[in-house]
């Protein structure tokens, strides 16, 4: 077993770490596919390795082969296109496995320990070098953190939840104190990600004990003190807003975001993509219920993309909804499958010491993944999601529960 945390480890690390050094390596950038082998390698051995212990996770990866393989028989793409995008299908599948394994072990305390201490590296290295990437780009995608280019979307998710885990877990021991880790939510105010204002009020909110008067009014104030600084702060990468809160979240603003006409060279919108994928997938009932291709947003760097990829590369590319993902994926039923699976690992099986709170924010964060992006096509992304889902049904809890009742008056609150 420890072995297996050291892979688990090593891989968050370099999946962490690696873009942004990479980036500094002129010439180099190829390399993060080869990173990315290495590290879906891993959860693959890992997830194999455990998955026996949950039948449940064991029919659902069974389900997700068959699907698949379905889908290849009856398309026409290569065998490296298919092995290369079925690992995305079921890398969540795998990583759950993994969790729930170690957490019947003995050595989750140490597994926990340094999850803990990947977190706050991650998060105080954020800082340095989001000002380092806003200073010579400016706000926008560029900002990417440590993950390097093009990961500001899921840098703000990481930030989010982490900061959200350390505050709640900080309450325990440091009552209202733990609020200081609301400054490692600096590099979202550099990346200027739109979903921060949503995101932001909502961690403040699961925050919140309506048991505890001190939680309700200290999470009331982080969240006001936050938005105001977020809303004054926000330029639209640059350009001046005056309310950027306002501005965003009208009427006209939000149909030209999510739902407007495609420009030539322009990255298709979100809802737009979702539109076009269900337009795609219901021109025949093997689409509809297999999808298009495993595969269809792999390739590029050293697999030759696919016909389809080639020819709906304008679709393909930018901002992908998890929701338009999975459809062109896989169809009707790989969507059904995925939101099958993840309300039972958020909503069943709960242990002692669960948490309603966090629970709900990454219940309500994977609703928000299914419309904004594809985050959990991310290693990194699925390691720290999945693994707090663990902690929040209480898996990963149930050992440090003796030394949390110690502190009624100060801890959040315990379902």
């Not at 890992?46 to 028989?73: A, E, T």
């Not at 961690?203 to 999470?219: A, E, Y």
């Not at 062109?328 to 969507?335: E, F, R």
């Not at 964060?365 to 693994?387: E, K, T, V, W």
Request: aromatic letters at 18%; a neutral charge; hydrophobic letters at 50%.
């Amino acid at each position: 077993m420890n072995f297996k945390i050291f892979i688990a480890i090593f891989s968050m690390y370099l999946l962490a770490f690696s873009g942004f050094l990479l980036e500094l390596i002129d010439g180099l950038g190829s390399i993060n596919s080869f990173i990315f082998l290495i590290a879906d390698g891993g959860i693959l051995f890992l997830g194999l390795s455990g998955i026996r212990k949950n039948p449940f996770n064991l029919v659902i990866f069974l389900l997700l082969l068959l699907l698949s393989f379905g889908n290849f028989l009856l398309h026409e793409y290569s065998i490296l296109t298919y092995i290369n995008g079925l690992r995305e299908i079921l890398m969540v599948v795998l990583v759950f496995s993994f969790y729930e394994s170690i957490s019947t072990d003995i050595h989750k305390e140490k597994m926990r320990k340094y999850i803990d201490q990947f977190i706050l590296i991650f998060l105080i290295l954020q800082i340095p070098v989001t000002i380092y990437q806003y200073v010579l780009y400016g706000a926008g995608d560029d900002v990417g953190g440590t993950m390097g280019y093009g990961y500001s979307g899921i840098l703000t998710l990481l930030i989010i939840c982490m900061v959200f885990y350390r505050i709640f877990w900080g309450f325990t021991r440091q009552g209202s104190l733990a609020l200081y880790n609301i400054i490692f939510l600096i590099p979202i105010f550099l990346n200027e990600t739109k979903i921060s204002f949503l995101l932001i009020p909502l961690m403040f909110l699961c925050l919140t004990n309506i048991k505890n008067i001190k939680t309700v009014f200290w999470s009331g104030v982080g969240a006001i003190l936050i938005f105001l600084v977020l809303n004054n702060l926000y330029s639209n990468m640059g350009r001046t807003v005056d309310n950027p809160f306002n501005a965003m979240f009208n009427q006209d603003f939000l149909e030209y975001y999510l739902m407007s006409d495609v420009e030539v060279g322009a990255d298709v919108p979100r809802f737009t993509k979702i539109i076009a994928a269900i337009g795609l997938i219901s021109q025949n009932i093997r689409d509809s219920l297999l999808g298009i291709e495993i595969g269809a947003f792999k390739g590029g760097t050293t697999i030759q993309p696919s016909f389809f990829a080639q020819q709906y590369d304008w679709l393909l590319l930018g901002s992908r909804p998890y929701i338009f993902f999975l459809l062109i994926s896989g169809g009707w039923t790989l969507l059904i499958i995925t939101l099958y699976f993840f309300f039972k690992k958020l909503f069943w099986d709960r242990k002692e010491g669960s948490s309603i709170q966090f629970t709900l924010l990454l219940s309500v964060m994977f609703g928000m993944i299914l419309f904004y992006n594809d985050a959990f096509r991310s290693p990194l992304f699925s390691y720290i999601y999945c693994y707090f889902a663990t902690f929040a049904n209480g898996r990963m809890r149930s050992m440090v529960l003796a030394n949390e009742k110690q502190y009624p008056k100060e801890g959040l609150m315990m379902e």
